[in-house]
């Protein structure tokens, strides 16, 4: 019997072509430095080991959860169940008053939102608000009910106390996702849900990342976000907003400083070296070398990935650095992103970026 073989499509061709150059470049750059590279895989292409979620709106309160602010003030206005009797209880007059008020319409619409927002927050971190008198005609879904049941603290207090609320208020309030983030063909996945982070189990202080991703989607749109020099949260406690982190936003090299008491686009530290013309919908490979001791980290993109990169963000500020956890950051509701092919080499011997050789 003889085996025929088939001929190569096009397509194929080329890919195996790119990834044999760009594999044959990191090598030889290897090769050049006098050791050979050992990079760890970060994500199996099958499950997401190793990477925990965090989504903002589980535990939170924003103003695009209310879904119908006028109904939903009505009530804490006139008080027609336990649960709103309670919640009123919990504001301070002048609120109150403009609740009774409130309309879409009226100038100072969106303070008076903002405030309840702000009210409902601090509920949903303190201790739980059940009782069963209170949430007597409750339909609660069996989520609910299964975290009653046991003895919750910290992040999963505020994850069901955010539950009853919801359950509280079906027309009045959205549901809030506890998973932003899938495995399908291959790739990691944000689902649109909601602002947060999915970050790698471990913590890393000096490396390279080596990323293949793209951005598919927004509704309101924002490019892809990494996040470096994070900060893990605490066991129970509530996690700082994009891990208190500074953000690489792939491919084209924006950036934000999510340090307490910054929350804001950065200044002098941050270098935007040039300004690619990338398309954010097209697959790019993405290297960041990063140095927590130092504070320092430098970004290049390839695109496509088999091509070679060109420089395009770097930061340095010695007071950022901070070994941590890697996040890809989903920066609001309704964005898709995906990543594969993800690694990470472990102390280099500089912070020479390898794909722009």
């Known amino acids: 019997m003889h085996n025929k073989t088939r001929p190569l499509s096009r397509r194929t061709f080329t890919k195996l072509a790119g990834a044999t150059v760009t594999c044959s470049r990191l090598w030889s750059a290897s090769r050049a430095e006098g050791k050979p590279r050992k990079p760890r895989s970060l994500f199996d292409g099958h499950t997401l080991a190793g990477w925990i ?12 959860g209310i879904t119908d602010p006028a109904a939903f003030a ?14 009123r209880e919990q ?22 939102v903002s405030s309840l927002v702000k009210t409902v927050n601090r509920v949903l971190t303190g201790p739980s608000i059940y009782n069963e008198t209170r949430f007597n005609n409750v339909v609660l879904r069996p989520e609910t009910k299964a975290l009653l049941r046991q003895n919750v603290r910290g992040q999963q207090l505020a994850r069901v106390n955010k539950l ?14 506890t998973t932003g983030w899938v495995v399908k063909d291959g790739v990691m996945a944000s689902t649109g849900a909601g602002r947060g982070v999915i970050y790698t189990s471990n913590d890393y202080g000096r490396y390279r990342l080596l990323v293949t991703m793209r951005h598919v989607s927004g509704e309101p749109d924002h490019q892809a976000c990494v996040l470096i020099f994070g900060t893990r949260p605490q066991t129970g406690g509530k996690p700082l907003d994009a891990l208190g982190g500074i953000q690489f936003q792939v491919p084209k090299g924006g950036h934000w400083d999510y340090r307490p008491g910054r929350n804001d686009n950065g200044g002098q530290e941050f270098t935007l070296i040039t300004k690619p013309q990338f398309d954010v919908h097209a697959w790019s490979r993405v290297e960041i070398v990063a140095d927590a001791a130092k504070g320092r980290a430098r970004m290049a993109v390839a695109q496509p990935p088999e091509n070679k990169a060109v420089e395009v963000l770097a930061f340095e ?20 992103d995906e990543y594969k092919d993800v690694t990470i080499e472990l102390d280099p011997k500089d912070d020479a970026l390898i794909t722009v050789r």
Do not use: C
Request: glycine fraction near 6%; proline fraction near 10%; hydrophobic fraction near 40%.
């Open 53 to 64: 979620q965090i989504e903002n709106n589980a535990t939170s309160l924003s103003g695009s």
């Open 74 to 87: 009505t009530k804490l206005a006139r008080e027609p169940d336990p649960v709103s009797r309670f919640l």
């Open 91 to 112: 504001l301070e007059d002048p609120l109150t008053a403009e609740l009774g008020a409130y309309s879409p319409s009226d100038p100072n619409a969106k303070a008076v």
């Open 164 to 177: 009853l609320l919801e359950d509280a208020y079906p027309a009045e309030l959205a549901k809030s996702a």
């Open 317 to 336: 500020d010695p007071s950022a650095g901070r070994v941590g956890p890697i996040a890809w950051q989903m920066h609001n509701a309704g964005l898709v």
